[in-house]
């Protein structure tokens, strides 16, 4: 990085405390306090014209969706808030709680609050505003209190976010918060193995569209990826939700794809924890956490999606095995997994998801000549924009053989409610691996933006410039906050469905927002192979599509919301 970046600029920014709102916590605290009054009335608004005797009305939620969904949005960025000020109060108490910590403080408060009185941008496209909740101009205006005004107009001004920008320049992002010496250590521990294993090679992996090496694999092993969350009886590490995120965003920032092979682990150790039968859980656990079997999700259908009532793949009982036949898609590290958990309808006569069952389905690793050597599985591979490393497939099942002992729990008709009870892991999981796309892009932009030079001075030093990477800086802190939040929530016990989607729809979005600024600021050269940037753009992209879509997470937690009231 070059030296002093802000050198031409420091005399056109205050240099002291003077930007930081005095008595900033309190000013955030009271205005916190007024939109979650706002939040309440929009609930009970959106409430009183879809709920009906005290149900959602199916055909007046999608013919409010929009509404529906801007609930989901407003709802999401007061969490968002206040879990920014829960981290700076963490911070207060043991004295961590610094200039540059109060300016993104203040910053998120001042953009999020601005953004929920003029409009939240659901995607690039889609700006939702109060009135579209059916609030009028009168209506607002009784939340638009002295606390909320000062932080509108000026908590996030341009001066605020040249002052970020230079506080940054030396790579300091900011306090993270995590208040646990053993979670510090854990970062670090995955911050050097990133730095010396995944960010020197990645670039190349993705152009190649290679396979993660199984060297890394290993050594993700030995590091306790795979079995970080599964129970230390089973051979796991028995570590936390909040572990997992500090573990997963830092293999991300290196390559998404490293983030991701925690994933399929963590969906296949979830389900057999929570549904499995005690022999199911001693025969896999154990292997699953040391690494010595690798898992794939096989879910979606052609024509399925979300939609996951609607399957079609079948699942026949014959003797002491069942017959699996049918269609899949999008199915992630299918070629060299050993374990797939497979949903298939075993109730022909049961529509929707009564009729579902998981199967814990065992298969021979592929190689590239012959992906699919077991007998009655065969398929191919989807050729993607991103996300390469474990490749993407199409998988067909004829008559495939499971052995009866491989149904999830032994009992039929039990596989969505098991999914189910994994979905806020996993959807936490991708917030985490959403923040760490989003570090990654933050710190390739300024590390561009400081060595590249126009004009005599390096392009860090132009306000449009340092206020974009000011910005990721906020923003990408904002969702790292929400992400630990459900994390706890999930560690203590607590359902955090709603939670879980609002982290991982904020922290998608911001992601690829990042994502995007990154590039722009690499400018030409963004768009060559050669440079990261654009593999995290498109690595980007697919974060607000699987593990649900924006606007399915949207619906998930506008129904939440909605049920709560």
């Known amino acids: 990085m070059s030296e002093q970046p802000f050198a031409k600029i420091k005399d056109g920014v205050k240099n002291d405390k003077s930007l930081v709102i005095p008595d900033l916590i309190s000013v955030c605290k009271e205005s916190l306090k007024t939109v979650e009054q706002l939040v309440v009335s929009l609930k009970n608004k959106t409430s009183s014209i879809i709920v009906r005797d005290g149900k959602i009305n199916p055909s007046l939620l999608e013919s409010e969706q929009y509404a529906a969904h801007g609930l989901a949005w407003f709802a999401t960025y007061v969490v968002a808030i206040r879990e920014m000020l829960n981290w700076a109060e963490r911070l207060v108490s043991v004295k ?99 730095e010396d294993q995944i960010i020197p090679y990645a670039q190349e992996w993705h152009n190649k569209d290679e396979l993660i090496p199984n060297e890394i694999i290993k050594k993700m092993s030995e590091l306790g990826v795979f079995g970080l969350t599964i129970p230390e009886e089973y051979q796991g590490l028995g570590m936390g939700k909040i572990s997992m995120c500090v573990v997963t965003e830092e293999l991300s920032r290196g390559f998404l794809t490293a983030g991701s092979l925690g994933t399929r682990a963590e969906i296949a150790s979830e389900l057999i924890r929570l549904g499995g039968t005690e022999e199911q859980k001693k025969q896999w656990l154990p ?80 190689t590239e000549a012959d992906p699919f050597p077991a007998e009655g599985l065969s398929g191919g591979e989807i050729e993607v924009l991103g996300y390469r490393g474990m490749k993407e497939y199409e998988m067909a099942f004829d008559n495939f053989k499971v052995p009866s002992t491989g149904l999830l729990g032994g009992e039929e008709g039990k596989g969505f409610k098991q999914l189910m009870e994994t979905f806020e892991s996993a959807r936490i999981q991708t917030a985490a691996r959403s923040v760490g796309v989003a570090q990654s892009a933050l710190e390739v932009a300024m590390r561009y933006a400081q060595e590249r030079s126009q004009f005599g001075k390096s392009i860090f030093s132009f306000p449009r410039i340092a206020v974009k990477v000011a910005w990721m800086v906020v923003e990408t802190m904002i969702v790292r906050q929400i992400t630990y939040f459900s994390a706890r929530e999930k560690d203590s016990d607590r359902r955090c469905d709603i939670q879980a989607g609002m982290a991982k729809l904020l922290a998608a979005r911001v992601a690829w927002a990042n994502a995007d600024n990154a590039l722009q600021v690499h400018g030409g050269n963004g768009y060559a192979l050669e440079y990261p940037v654009s593999r995290i753009l498109c690595d980007a992209r697919i974060l607000n599509i699987f593990e649900g879509a924006a606007e399915i997470q949207a619906q998930i937690v506008a129904r939440g919301l909605l049920i709560d009231t």
């Open 96 to 194: 961590r709680f610094g200039e540059i910590e109060s300016l993104i403080l203040q910053s998120a408060f001042g953009e999020y609050l601005s953004q929920i009185f003029g409009g939240i941008p659901m995607s690039q496209g889609e700006i939702v505003r109060l009135s579209d909740l059916h609030f009028s101009n009168s209506e607002i205006e009784k939340f638009l209190d002295k606390n909320i005004s000062k932080l509108m107009s000026n908590g996030n001004s341009v001066d605020v976010r040249m002052k970020i920008a230079e506080l940054v320049a030396d790579g300091n992002f900011g306090d993270y918060g995590l208040g646990d010496e053993t979670l510090v250590m854990i970062q670090d521990q995955f911050r050097k193995f990133v």
């Open 287 to 366: 292997k699953i956490a040391s690494g010595e079997v690798l898992t794939t999700a096989v879910f979606t259908e052609p024509n399925t999606g979300s939609d996951l009532g609607s399957l079609k793949t079948r699942g026949v009982k014959e003797g002491d095995h069942y017959l699996i036949t049918g269609a899949k898609t999008w199915i992630t590290h299918g070629a060299r997994s050993d374990l797939m958990t497979i949903l298939a309808r075993t109730n022909t006569q049961e529509k929707g998801y009564k009729g579902l069952s998981m199967f814990l389905a065992e298969k021979s690793r592929g």
